[in-house]
């Protein structure tokens, strides 16, 4: 009975922290502007089954791609063993509680996985190994010093933790099994045998042949403990962490954006006010009319003017720098990179979620995206060219930051490069970006 | 023999109406280099007797340089122009040699009213083609040699458009050569997102060099284009190497073009 209480206790303040957490990301992303993007639900859920379910974008780089579907597979298959894991936690006396009605299937199944957690060790070693002996440039670029490199090895290290408890808990069941002393003999009256597991009927007498039951036991017990206890502590750590991608990678990739890559959002308000320009009917001091929305500001300056997609792809982001290893700009020395844009939007924005839950939603602290967290040179690296959207796993679109900063640069501040302003009198007084006459446009059709 | 470029005002002054409109662009019209693509395209056009027109004096920027630079304002101020003076024309399809401007054109225009069905170049000469309109000579101005294509980012990975072009070249007597870096994993040639006007940011390298690299690994004779403004930089990438003498960037309308003998 007092492990039913333990458990319950675990499983409640597990799930209601966790929950206590969502409900605060997902406030964060809510103070984004709107745009939508439920049109569309079939190509939506395709695109899902595909990009997130299927990871079909991860294979263009087919090294890391199966690693990763190692673990991928291993985490979702493994979610089959924890339902029988939450079940045994609230029932009395019991222990692997599927095996009796499952039979022949379940040593199927947990030989199954067990397979595939072997397969994830075998990747996370090999990610350990890539990102701290290897070194890969991707992986250790400048905006990953400090807590994203530890995030990103404490992740690695917490699976091994959890791989370990799996296979404490079914080694150590399968010597007390094969001694007739496992409970899960007491179900169906057997007195020894073999459990059958792929793995853990092989591993579990190579470390444990010749313990007491007692100590076997405890082994048992401290796999078992360790293993749900562990689950517990991932969920509730990826509110912290860039792993919070294993979730919403499958609701950023269902509102990902549909349309062509090359076309970029069309500003409303300024449609409005251009269509009053070129109307001659229109009046230039009229008063606007009753309940006419306040103007709002053009492009963005701080995280929450950006569209609740741009904060939900923030939070989305695992930091793999696919995008950035593309990124032209970066790769020729600029400071751009996609991923810290990424990165910068969901620190601040969970920065001024936190300040607004903290101090009131009209709070300021003085702080804004563009110019505490990205600087005016990186966004004018950058030449529109798709390669990082195009390179994200999860559809994330570091792009349309970038435009909506310029934007609020140009539109609100005026602040841009000279060449770039004169690019744009040139465009409004001789219709090219350059300094040639309008009337001279169809002077080629005769020069030889 | 001269070109034949109708203007869609002579047109309509004749009460005629083209099939197609061609949008020059601003480089295609004032651009030296570019120039000499418009052209190669008008040929086929007039070999084909496409019938078609452009706008002439009338064309102006299609406002993507300053879109992507952040200035809406202007942007939509050029679009609703054009827009205007397109519907003026009643124009319902158009082919322009600039990724830019078919970007523009086809993808942002519709919003603000602008509705027409836009094709780059290359898909235009590949439907020319097929349809027996166009032939190749078998001349031997391409043989033996190694073509390789640089993909313009607003064509491949802003629409999508990676065969037309590569079918074209595929149809000479030539070899079609990849760069490490093609199609959706094509290398920027460095100029979009504006950066064709301003100075490029502090860093260790021209981009515009690096995807040179990229075209000299291949051993490739010609660096293939379908954009004016990835043809520049590709060309200034050669100079940088010493190589403009030994390798050309053309444009696939111009490959189209010779191996026509036109």
């Known amino acids: 009975m007092i492990s039913i209480a333990l458990f319950a206790l675990l499983f409640l303040v597990g799930w ?40 079909k974008k991860m294979f263009t780089r087919p090294i890391p791609a199966l690693l990763h579907l190692a673990i991928y597979s291993a985490f979702m298959i493994t979610q089959i063993e924890l339902i029988e894991i939450f079940v045994d936690g609230f029932t009395p006396e019991a222990h692997r509680i599927f095996r009796p009605p499952l039979g022949g299937f379940y040593t199927f199944m947990i030989s ?50 959890l791989v370990t408890c799996i296979f404490m808990m079914n080694g150590a069941d399968e010597v007390l099994y094969q001694q007739g002393l496992s409970h899960a003999n007491d179900v169906l009256g057997q007195t020894g045998g073999s ?58 990739t269902y509102y990902s954006n549909l349309e062509k890559k090359g076309r970029l959002t069309n500003m409303e308000s300024v449609t409005t006010e251009v269509k009053l320009m070129m109307d001659p009917t229109a009046d230039p001091y009229a008063t606007p009319p009753e309940g006419a929305a306040e103007p709002q500001r053009f492009g963005a300056k701080d995280a929450t003017d950006l569209t609740w997609k741009n904060l939900l792809d923030s939070y989305s982001c695992t930091e793999c720098g696919r995008c950035t290893s593309s990124c032209p700009a970066n790769i020729t020395g600029k400071l751009l990179s996609p991923r810290k844009i ?107 | ?112 009213g602008g509705n027409y069905e836009v094709i780059h170049h290359t898909q235009l000469i590949q439907e020319l083609i097929n349809q027996g309109k166009l032939a190749l000579k078998d001349g031997d101005t391409f043989k033996g040699k190694k073509i390789t294509f640089h993909d313009p980012c607003y064509l491949g990975r802003a629409n999508d458009v990676y065969e037309a072009p590569r079918s074209l070249i595929e149809k000479l007597d030539a070899e079609l050569v990849e760069m490490k870096r093609c199609k959706t994993k094509g290398l920027c040639c460095g100029a979009g997102g ?33 954009c004016p403004f990835c043809n520049t930089m590709m060309t200034d990438g050669l100079k940088n190497f010493n190589k403009e003498g030994e390798i050309e960037v053309l444009d696939v309308a111009e490959l189209i073009a010779s191996a026509a003998d036109l």
């Open chain 1, 16 to 55: 209601g922290f966790f929950g206590w957490n969502m409900l605060k990301i997902r406030s964060n992303i809510l103070l984004g502007k709107e745009i939508n993007r439920s049109d569309n639900r079939k190509e939506r859920i395709r695109t899902t089954i595909l990009i997130a379910l299927g990871q």
């Open chain 1, 112 to 161: 199954f996985i067990e397979i595939l957690t072997v397969f994830a060790l075998i990747a996370t070693i090999i990610f350990l190994s890539r990102r701290n002996l290897l070194k890969l440039p991707r992986l250790n670029m400048k905006e990953m010093k400090g807590w994203p490199k530890m995030d990103a090895n404490m992740i690695l290290f917490m699976e091994i933790i």
């Open chain 1, 195 to 252: 459990m059958n597991f792929t793995v853990s009927s092989f591993l579990g007498p190579l470390l444990f042949d010749g313990m007491e039951p007692a100590t076997l036991h405890v082994i048992e017990r401290i796999g078992w403990w360790g293993h749900i206890i562990m689950v517990f502590s991932f969920l509730n750590y990826l509110a912290y962490s860039k792993h919070l991608h294993i979730i919403f990678a499958f609701p950023n």
């Open chain 1, 342 to 448: 990424m990165m910068d939007t969901r620190d601040r924005i969970a920065e001024m979620g936190d300040n607004f839950r903290k101090h009131g939603k009209d709070y300021d602290d003085g702080k804004s995206l563009l110019g505490d967290y990205i600087s005016e040179e990186e966004i004018w690296a950058c030449t529109s060219c798709n390669a990082c959207v195009q390179e994200c796993p999860i559809n994330i679109d570091p792009l349309s930051i970038i435009i909506d900063l310029r934007r609020y640069l140009v539109m609100e501040e005026s602040k841009l490069p000279a060449e770039l302003a004169g690019m744009a009198t040139n465009i409004e007084n001789n219709g090219a970006p350059w300094q040639f006459s309008p009337t001279d446009r169809l002077n080629w059709k005769d020069e030889v």
């Open chain 2, 1 to 112: 023999m001269g070109l034949h470029v109708p203007t869609m005002a002579e047109m309509m002054a004749k009460g005629e109406s083209p099939e197609i409109l061609f949008w020059v662009g601003c480089a295609g019209s004032f651009d030296d280099r570019a120039k000499k693509i418009t052209k190669a395209l008008v040929k086929i056009l007039n070999k084909c007797n496409v019938d078609f027109a452009v706008l002439g004096t009338e064309e102006s920027c299609t406002g993507d340089p300053a879109k992507r630079a952040g200035n809406e304002f202007t942007f939509q101020m050029q679009a609703m122009m054009n827009i205007q003076i397109l519907d003026g024309y009643e124009v319902k399809k158009i082919v322009t040699a600039c990724p830019h401007c078919f970007n523009t054109l086809k993808n942002e225009y519709p919003e603000l």
């Open chain 2, 194 to 226: 504006a950066q064709m006007f301003k100075e490029a940011e502090k860093g260790n390298k021209e981009i515009n060099v690096e995807r040179t690299e990229d075209a000299l690994e291949t051993k490739a004779d010609i660096i293939a284009t379908g």
